[in-house]
């Protein structure tokens, strides 16, 4: 075993053999992978085996799509088969409610370019004919389903990496991971020290261990997973014989199951409720080839409907019951990316779908670290995406709350209850008692809608328009007609102070830094010219003779952004950042009568000369010490109150009290949220992602291309000059009772004229066939199947994709925002757009200016 190595991969499982062949493949050849045990001792060569493309977040399918195109590169570089069984799967549904749901999944799989089908339960049955077809009422073809090899694809993954000069070193457990002030880690084995510029903990089942060695709590855990295999069954025997074919892959949502064909049996696994973690505080290190001792009683009810629906397998004998360990995350994606604090310690564990996302992140996590950037969206994987409350606890509960919902429904206004709540600010029970609906942001309890009094505050869930519906609407328009009051300490705020603070602000963001008692807004981008940030600015007086700027943000990326900030400070500590999370909560007032209201609280002149749009004050407010931002994100005049948990009651008490002769109203975030829709105001992780430029993202106004050099401003220069391809753009849609969610397709009457914004499908995929053996639809994809089918009716082309919407009550509209070939964003015609929701296309046209007081002079009266 070498010394010296520029990376180290701690892990053999499927995930680090993959990281270790992509950082071999991308030129770094002086890296090592250290394996305690031998290769797949973890989760890997228990695993089922089975990979598909399908995920609820579009840019993790893609990188699932990448993983199945990628077997067979490493298949033909390593010379060692994954045994890969492309057969296809579907989805069945058995309520109107899943059949949504699988309406919505193919809605999206158009703008992705995969090949998906919605089909009837006869068909589904004719491709897998041990199912009672009338158990369901609609199903979801996919091609690009099918299962593996899962120690012959880890071998794969290795031998490749190795004949790109790569090293395997294998019985050596990494006891201790220490670091040098220079940076270099010293990872320390049972068979000496490798120095190394990178550790990449890919630890799987020991992942949280390998966390704990430098100081991190991970948000993973195991649990116990269980599958059965049956003895060989004629059925499946006859079916391939007269076939020639495999039996497909079958979900199915009420059993909590999904079946395929294993050998000449049938393998059946189950997402129990009864569901059990596994080794919850501590892993243990001998632990390795062995499994977990079944429980056939947990996962009873699961079978229970499985057999009444596969009543083919019923009948057949069990061979083996297989229960094994899985490590999950608190969503059930993986953790990826580099850890904020440390430098140059990476992550990729949590891949409970190795099989299915194991190259992507293999990918993803080489790409960053070779070139700075993952050069995907990644944000659904993103180690940062939770913060500090996510505790080993919190953790316990959470993993379980997914793991047993895997299979389950997740409706765009549903709120999950488990290790909840976990943050709340001073005014949780006061919210609790004014009847509101309360939901999870980044961990904090905060106020969704306010059910009316005698009523119960809780949603009805549901793809359609549900009963917070008119609430909502009742809060958006006293707002917009008198005043209202928003709690808003679920926003990322920060403090940026030292000599230089507005260079160091200057070269990390794109608009100019504002003079004291001024706000701006500005996007940041990363060196690709990519958006990965917007906030709000503001320049308070000084301290100590230090230039002093607060920042505001989106709370879910804080950790996110702390890494960029940390990555560009000033080696020479001048520079200092604080981050408050809920040690700075806030309150927003909006409406046309929020001036009068706010003036009674305050001692100083607030009018329209003294207080303009987009100052910055710090005042008493109700007697509390506050600072206060002439800005909100309701498009109206309005103001932002921030101050110490200490006086949130205090300021709330005042605004509550002076507004009683105004009509104030209390408003939650669904509300704030309908009212940025009519100002076509854009929101972070939406319609602002890495994934686009700020030019695509309309967000012109804010880049100053002529201040000093930036980050990405070459590019972004770049961008302006050679005009963006997409466009954000705001649409009215003639919906009827369900509005968009996010994700769906956006059609155009363009004839036959390509923009180039719709991806190819990916790989390969599997033919149809009836139980015939005839093929039923298209050809193989690997083969010349059409590259637009799905995507192109008629004149009609899927262009675009909507990032977010829902309904605009002060216009009455219904409103989504999304990404368009930029040669259509201006174009306003009517009978042009049309926008796939609950897989039914409603008319829709682009609306260039806000559709409520596009001038923007009531929020600058």
């Not at 919850?280 to 947990?298: C, K």
Request: aromatic letters at 10%.
């Amino acid at each position: 075993m070498k010394s010296h190595a520029k990376a180290v991969v701690i892990g053999g499982g499927v995930v680090g053999c993959s990281v270790l062949y992509h950082l071999a493949k991308s030129g770094w050849t002086d890296i090592m992978l250290i394996e305690r045990s031998e290769l797949t001792s973890g989760s890997s060569w228990h695993a089922a085996g089975g990979f598909h493309t399908l995920n609820g977040d579009p840019n993790v399918a893609k990188l699932q799509a990448y993983t199945v195109q990628l077997y067979k590169e490493i298949e033909e570089i390593s010379g060692q088969s994954c045994s890969l069984h492309l057969t296809g799967g579907v989805m069945m549904a058995d309520t109107p409610e899943r059949m949504d749901f699988l309406r919505l999944a193919h809605a999206k799989g158009r703008y992705l370019g995969m090949d998906t089908e919605l089909i009837t339960p006869s068909e589904a049955k004719a491709m897998f004919p041990l199912m009672d077809e009338t158990n369901f009422v609609g199903a979801m073809w996919d091609p690009v389903e099918g299962h593996l090899d899962p120690s012959g694809t880890t071998h794969a993954y290795a031998k490749a990496a190795r004949k790109l000069g790569a090293e395997i070193v294998l019985r050596n457990r990494v006891v201790e991971l220490t670091q040098e002030v220079d940076g270099t880690w010293n990872v320390v084995t049972e068979r000496g020290t490798v120095k190394a510029e990178h550790v990449v903990n890919c630890g799987g089942l020991w992942a949280r261990e390998i966390g704990r060695m430098v100081g991190v709590e991970l948000p993973v855990l195991a649990m116990e997973h269980m599958y059965l295999l049956t003895e060989p069954m004629p059925e499946v025997e006859e079916f391939n014989k007269s076939t020639g074919r495999e039996m497909i892959g079958v979900l199915d949502f009420k059993g909590e199951i999904y079946t395929r064909q294993e050998r000449n049996g049938i393998l059946l696994g189950t997402y129990e409720k009864a569901c059990k973690p596994w080794s919850p505080v501590s892993t243990p290190w001998d632990f390795g080839h062995e499994l977990l001792q079944p429980d056939i009683d947990r996962i009873a009810p699961s079978l229970e409907i499985g057999f009444k629906h596969f009543p083919g397998i019923e009948k057949a004998g069990i061979k083996q019951i297989i229960n094994g360990p899985f490590t999950f995350a608190l969503d059930g994606n993986p953790l990826v990316g580099p850890v904020q604090g440390l430098t140059n310690f990476w992550c990729a564990c949590a891949v409970m779908a190795g099989f299915s996302q194991g190259g992507g992140v293999g990918l993803a996590l080489s790409n960053w670290m070779v070139h700075g950037d993952p050069g995907f969206d990644v944000w659904g994987m993103d180690v940062a995406r939770f913060g500090e409350w996510a505790t080993l606890r919190y953790t316990n509960a959470k993993v379980r709350e997914n793991y047993s919902r895997r299979f389950s429904i997740r409706f765009p206004n549903e709120e999950l209850p488990a290790a909840r709540p976990a943050q709340t600010t001073p005014l949780y029970d006061t919210m609790l008692a004014n009847n509101a609906v309360m939901g999870d942001s980044w961990g904090l309890e905060t106020p969704l809608w306010f059910a009316p009094r005698g009523s119960e505050p809780k949603d009805v869930v549901s793809f359609h328009r549900s009963n917070d519906f008119r609430p909502i609407g009742e809060e958006v328009r006293a707002t917009r007609a008198r005043v209202g009051v928003t709690e808003i300490a679920n926003f990322a705020k920060y403090e940026v102070s030292g000599p230089g603070a507005e260079d160091f602000l200057n070269r990390l963001m794109t608009n100019r830094m504002p003079k004291t008692g001024r706000i701006v807004l500005t996007p940041m981008l990363n060196e690709f010219g990519r958006l990965i940030g917007d906030f709000t600015i503001a320049k308070a007086g000084p301290r100590g003779g230090e230039e002093r700027f607060m920042i505001w943000g989106s709370s879910a990326a804080q950790k996110y952004h702390m890494r960029w900030f940390e990555k560009h400070l000033p080696k020479d500590g001048s520079i200092r950042i604080h981050r408050f999370d809920q040690t700075l909560v806030g309150l927003s007032i909006a409406g046309p009568k929020s001036r009068d209201l706010l003036q009674k609280l305050v001692d100083v002149d607030i009018s329209t000369k003294a207080f303009r749009f987009m100052d910055f004050r710090e005042m008493a407010v109700g007697g509390a010490p506050c600072m206060v931002n002439r800005i909100t994100y309701t498009g109206d005049l309005g103001y932002e109150i921030w101050m110490a948990p200490a006086y949130q009651r205090l300021v709330y008490k005042a605004i509550k009290e002076a507004g009683e002769e105004f009509g104030l109203v209390d408003f939650g975030m669904r509300a704030l949220l309908s009212m940025r829709l009519e100002k076509n105001f854009p929101t972070w992780f939406r319609e602002l992602r890495p994934i686009y430029g700020p030019f695509e993202g309309s967000m012109d106004r804010f880049i100053k291309l002529e201040k000093n050099d930036f980050i990405g401003r070459e590019a972004a220069a770049k961008e302006q000059a050679e005009g963006p391809k997409l466009r954000r753009v705001s649409f009215i849609v003639d919906a009827a009772d369900a509005d968009v969610m996010g994700d769906e397709p956006i059609w155009a009457k363009v004839g036959g004229k390509d923009y180039g914004t719709v991806e190819k499908p990916h790989g390969y995929g599997a033919p149809r066939f009836d139980a015939g053996g005839k093929e039923v639809r298209g050809s193989n994809a690997a083969e010349g199947a059409s590259a637009v089918r799905g995507i192109v009716d008629g004149n009609w082309r899927v262009v675009g994709w909507v990032t977010s919407g829902g309904y605009a009550h002060y216009v009455e509209k219904s409103m989504a925002q999304g990404y368009v070939p930029a040669a259509l964003a201006e174009n306003e015609s009517a009978g042009l757009f049309e926008i796939e929701i609950l897989g039914h296309r409603r008319p829709a046209r682009i609306n260039v200016e806000p559709p409520f007081d596009p001038s923007g002079e009531k929020m600058r009266t």
